[in-house]
């Protein structure tokens, strides 16, 4: 028996050297028979990278199939005589490849054994990357290592596709939108495009996951923003330039958490104009017309309600009486709720006889507040009388004072009528002068507007291509680029 197993054992082996040899003539003659191979050049910014799989000697007797991802994206599946083109932006990625559901000596395996390899990649660079089983015995699923691009590697495969870097671009969350662009270790850094789920873009250079001042910020509306950015959320701060969807200069100065921060400047067609937007990002009304008629209203109402007083002494007099009246009717009903309610009974009790089981404590207990309510009941009495004779006494002083309140009230109107009239006067007094003093008072405001744009364009001096001062560049000028440096 062992000498005819030994026997079947080395027919198999001749078979299966047969079937080598004739695999590798045909693949000798598919080689020879393919057009040389000639690789492609890399898009400005863009690399190349060529996947293939390497095929092992024992595949020829086994159906392995693999499923290539770029950061966990599926790219497509990959055999032994095809391969990917990748076109990736500059940065760090992760290849992986995934072992398909396969047939091996008639049997069928379950696959979904995984292999992963990092890689950096630079802009203008042409790779190779490999991955197959190195070692069948052990059946490990690896890549080779990476190296410099070699045609002769893919002669005789055939391009299964070429993925664009929009699909294979990394998944970068940056302020929770989406990056079109290089990265390293796993941040957004160098040019691309930022779309924000707020419908907002931003293009250009980014540093370690950070806006920088080479960038532009493109608000829904066509607004656009160039300068300085906060650090943690990524809003404009600092020194910058908002300009409209047509390139007018809505404002230039200072950003805090986003928005305009008081003093700056905006441009249209061609003029200056001072702008302020507070402390808190609300645009101040700054049109020297309106700001002269605001103030000078409320001077005037601050003028008038402080000309005559002559009704205050009696106002304060008839708020007396009017307390002094509440006051009283509070007392009476308060007396009359405090009244014993044992009072009209309390000398009743007196004639009492004692409990037999009352103790001696007990009695002299009650006896003690007996006495009490006794006391009571005959102070109140004194000083009260009947029911009848308490309420005359009350309505006797609410009469006086309503007499008394009848007095201020009078006094108090006809106070109020000369303070009318002194403030009639003053208000005729005032609108004749009113036309002239706005006049004066708005002519004071664009002087100091004036002031302030001088004082920003000396500051600006030399600077014209700050973002802040972009506003006051000469319009020979307002094409060339800017450098955002404050």
């Known amino acids: 028996m062992d000498t005819y197993l030994h026997v079947l054992r080395k027919a198999a082996f001749i078979l299966l050297s047969t079937l080598l040899l004739s695999s590798c003539l ?38 392995y199939e693999l499923q290539l991802l770029v950061d966990d994206e599926i790219i497509g599946t990959i055999g032994t005589s095809d391969y990917y083109l990748l076109e990736l932006w500059p940065g760090d990625y992760d290849i992986a490849v995934e072992l398909l559901p396969y047939t091996a000596l008639g049997k069928h395996r379950q696959g979904g054994e995984m292999a992963t390899k990092g890689i950096s990649i630079d802009a203008g660079e042409i790779n190779l990357l490999g991955m197959g089983y190195v070692d069948a015995s052990s059946n490990p699923l690896n890549f080779y290592t990476a190296w410099p691009f070699k045609a002769g590697a893919l002669e005789g495969r055939t391009l299964t ?46 540093e370690r996951g950070d806006y920088t001042t080479d960038g532009v910020l493109i608000y829904p509306d066509g607004k656009r923003y160039k300068g300085e950015y906060s650090s943690y959320f990524g809003k404009p701060e600092g020194k910058g330039l908002l300009t409209d969807a047509d390139g007018n200069v809505v404002f230039a100065g200072t950003f805090y958490d986003g928005k305009p921060y008081e003093k700056g400047v905006s441009s249209r067609n061609g003029q200056l104009h001072y702008e302020d937007y507070g402390r808190y990002g609300t645009k101040q009304e700054t049109d020297p017309a309106t700001l002269a008629e605001q103030s000078i209203t409320n001077q005037d109402k601050r003028r008038l309600a ?17 307390r002094m009246q509440r006051d009283a009717r509070e007392e009476f009903e308060e007396k009359e709720a405090s009244y014993p309610s044992q009072c009209t009974c309390a000398f009743k009790l007196c004639l009492e006889s004692n409990p037999s089981d009352e103790s001696l404590e007990e009695r002299r207990a009650r006896k003690k507040a007996q006495s009490r309510r006794d ?64 006049a004066e008072l708005e002519q004071k405001i664009r002087q100091q507007q004036r002031d302030n744009l001088e004082e920003q364009r000396l500051a600006c001096q030399g600077k014209e291509t700050y973002c802040s001062c972009y506003a006051f560049r000469p319009p020979s000028q307002t094409s060339g680029s800017l450098t955002c440096t404050q």
Request: glycine share 6%; aromatic share 8%; with cysteine.
């Open 161 to 206: 596709r070429q993925v664009p870097h929009t699909e294979t671009a990394q998944a970068i969350k940056t302020y929770g939108g989406q990056w079109q662009g290089p990265a390293r270790e796993l941040l957004a850094h160098g040019e691309g495009t930022l779309r924000l789920p707020n419908g907002m873009t931003y293009q250009g250079r980014m």
């Open 26 to 63: 045909t693949s000798a003659v598919n080689i020879s028979s393919t057009p040389p191979f000639a690789a492609q050049t890399p898009a400005p910014g863009k690399a190349l990278l060529y996947v293939f799989y390497a095929k092992y000697w024992q595949e020829n007797i086994r159906e």
């Open 306 to 322: 402080s000309i005559s007083k002559e009704a205050e002494p009696f106002n304060a007099e008839v708020s007396r009486y009017q």
């Open 375 to 438: 006391a009571a009941c005959r102070e109140w009495r004194a000083t009260g009388g009947t029911y009848a004779e308490r309420k005359a006494q009350l309505d006797r002083e609410l009469a006086n004072i309503s007499g008394n309140l009848a007095d201020a009230l009078a006094q108090l109107k006809q106070a109020e009528q000369r303070d009318a009239a002194v403030r009639k006067q003053k208000a005729a007094a005032l609108a004749r002068t009113r036309a002239a003093r706005t």
